[in-house]
């Protein structure tokens, strides 16, 4: 089954690659989305992917970030 998203068609068995970086930027998610804010409410960034692609470290890499954050 062929299906439209705007102006472009997918076709059974088209190769497709999604870009999580740049979902990340939809203004439709995100107020101001190219603005940091560590306290983004709600923040459903899709940054370590989603359901069960989720990422495994994702608990671990947050640790890690947090604590090079507070080292700066
Ligand atoms: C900022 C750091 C990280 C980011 C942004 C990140 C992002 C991601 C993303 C987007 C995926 C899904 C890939 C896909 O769709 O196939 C993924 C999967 C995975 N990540 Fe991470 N990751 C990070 C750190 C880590 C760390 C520190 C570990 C382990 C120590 C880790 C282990 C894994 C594993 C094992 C998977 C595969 C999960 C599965 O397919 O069931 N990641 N990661």
């Known amino acids: 089954m062929d ?3 705007g102006d472009v ?3 059974r068995g088209d190769l497709i690659m999604l870009d999580f ?3 990340n930027f939809d ?3 995100f107020d101001d989305p190219a603005r940091i804010d ?3 409410a709600p923040n459903p960034h ?3 992917a ?3 692609w989720h990422c495994l470290g994702a608990q671990l890499a947050r ?3 947090q604590e090079s954050f507070r080292r700066c």
Do not use: D, M, N, Y
């Open 3 to 5: 299906i439209e998203i």
């Open 9 to 11: 068609t997918l076709r």
């Open 21 to 23: 970086a740049l979902a």
């Open 27 to 29: 203004k439709r998610a």
């Open 38 to 40: 560590f306290g983004r």
């Open 46 to 48: 899709v940054t370590f």
């Open 50 to 52: 989603h359901g069960p």
């Open 63 to 65: 640790i890690e970030l």
